[in-house]
């Protein structure tokens, strides 16, 4: 099974990207993004957060810890508690996550404490059970996943708030 969508609810999702029980439902497609978002103001600092988000998200579920202090560190509710129930999901199952997933990331707005980061994922990351190596169900071949997230500016810092499934994400380039 693909990581989830680190798309929480991704509890749904963790990782949305195909995680059992946690994909997000589809979402409202939001207004095509601006010619060119890589140039919007404060946009390395919101895909810094993006991308240390989803690394957090990463470690810990290689290493089969929830309570690794960068989630809090890169996320906050909703997704924060979402994610933290999905990786005690796959720690109760006895699986750990292996692969990578490739980000894609461009900011499509940021106004002064919220960000939208819109990503093309290529997920080539599946859960397997420690004890025998074999696929956690079901078992989905590498793809590409569209993710919409919403970053938090909390006490200065760029923080993850939500991530959902938007094929948009894809179509848009």
């Given amino acids: ?7 929480v609810p991704l509890s749904g999702l ?7 029980g946690g994909t997000p439902p589809p979402t409202a497609h939001p207004s095509a993004p601006p010619t060119a978002p890589d140039q ?17 998200f990463i470690t810990a579920a290689k290493q089969r810890d929830p309570s690794l202090a960068a989630l809090s560190a890169t996320m906050v509710d909703p ?11 796959e720690q109760y199952q006895g699986s750990v996550l292996e692969g990578d997933i490739e980000l894609n990331p461009r ?21 397997v ?4 190596q074999s696929p956690v169900p079901p ?8 993710i919409r997230s919403t970053l938090k500016k909390v006490n200065g810092v760029w923080k993850v708030s ?12």
Wanted: charged share 15%; glycine share 6%.
């Fill in 139 to 146: 078992v989905t071949p590498p793809h590409q996943a569209g």
């Fill in 129 to 132: 059970y420690v004890s025998n």
């Fill in 107 to 127: 900011v499509v707005s940021i106004t002064n404490d919220t960000a939208t980061v819109m990503d093309c994922t290529y997920d080539r990351s599946e859960y």
């Fill in 40 to 56: 919007l103001p404060g946009s390395d600092a919101v895909l810094a957060a993006y991308r240390a988000g989803w690394a957090a």
């Fill in 79 to 89: 997704l924060l508690q979402a994610i933290h129930g999905d990786l005690i999901q």
């Fill in 1 to 7: 099974m693909p990581a989830a969508l680190f798309v």
């Fill in 162 to 173: 939500d991530q959902a499934k938007d094929a948009q994400a894809c179509s848009a380039t």
């Fill in 14 to 20: 963790l990782l949305a990207c195909g995680q059992q």
